[in-house]
């Protein structure tokens, strides 16, 4: 839900995140609601309907996100408040694709068993993306907090309880 949180306070902070971003990111936050919803199978090979639907829930975690990291990067560029993340949503973007890449190479054990020998880091990969995909909303959190913070400020000002107010906030 945080995310979509986010999302919207960046709405409301002037950034365009219509169609792609704005898809790929709730679609993104509904995949982890998704995987927490479905248990995996406690089983070598899923065999329920909550299995595959974790499975799925899974894929879209691990892919989603950097494609809509790097769908927004433009649009964040787009506004001057926003630009000074850009690189950072982009950098933390495209490490949690190449990991995902690395994730979906390690699952050809699977097919091919033994080919990577007994060393299994798919755990460790899928954490990992998860990682950068947090370090992505926290990065624009974050800078969502810079940019609203002077704004919110300014009206808590406005709004003092018990003070009679010109409209005028002195610096």
Same mark, same amino acid.
């Given at each position: 839900? !945080?995310?979509?949180?986010?999302?919207?306070?960046?709405?409301?902070?002037?950034?365009?995140?219509?169609?792609? +971003?704005?898809?790929?990111? =709730?679609?993104?936050?509904?995949?982890?609601?998704?995987?927490?919803?479905?248990?995996?199978d406690d089983a070598?090979?899923? &065999?329920?309907?909550?299995?595959?639907?974790?499975?799925?829930?899974?894929?879209g975690i691990l892919?989603? %996100? &950097?494609?809509?990291?790097?769908?927004?990067?433009?649009?964040?560029?787009?506004? +001057?408040?926003?630009?000074?993340?850009?690189?950072?949503?982009? =950098?933390?973007?495209?490490?949690?694709?190449?990991?995902? !890449?690395?994730?979906?190479?390690?699952?050809?054990?699977?097919?091919?068993?033994?080919?990577?020998?007994?060393?299994?880091v798919g755990g460790? %990969?899928?954490?990992?993306?998860?990682?950068?995909?947090?370090?992505?909303? =926290?990065?624009?959190?974050?800078?969502?907090?810079?940019? &609203?913070?002077?704004?919110?400020?300014?009206?808590?000002?406005?709004?003092?309880? !018990?003070?009679?107010? &010109? !409209?005028?906030?002195?610096?």
């Open positions: 839900m !945080g995310v979509l949180a986010v999302l919207v306070g960046m709405a409301w902070a002037g950034v365009r995140l219509a169609g792609r +971003p704005g898809l790929l990111f =709730t679609v993104w936050a509904l995949c982890l609601v998704a995987a927490a919803v479905f248990p995996i070598p090979m899923i &065999s329920s309907f909550a299995g595959w639907a974790h499975q799925f829930a899974g894929a892919a989603l %996100l &950097s494609f809509a990291g790097l769908a927004a990067a433009p649009r964040l560029a787009e506004n +001057p408040a926003w630009r000074p993340v850009v690189g950072t949503v982009r =950098t933390l973007s495209t490490v949690a694709a190449v990991l995902a !890449g690395a994730y979906v190479v390690s699952r050809l054990d699977d097919v091919f068993p033994g080919l990577f020998g007994a060393v299994d460790f %990969l899928q954490r990992a993306v998860l990682a950068f995909d947090v370090g992505v909303v =926290t990065a624009l959190a974050l800078h969502l907090v810079r940019v &609203s913070w002077p704004a919110v400020r300014h009206r808590a000002a406005l709004h003092v309880p !018990g003070k009679a107010h &010109s !409209g005028h906030v002195p610096p």
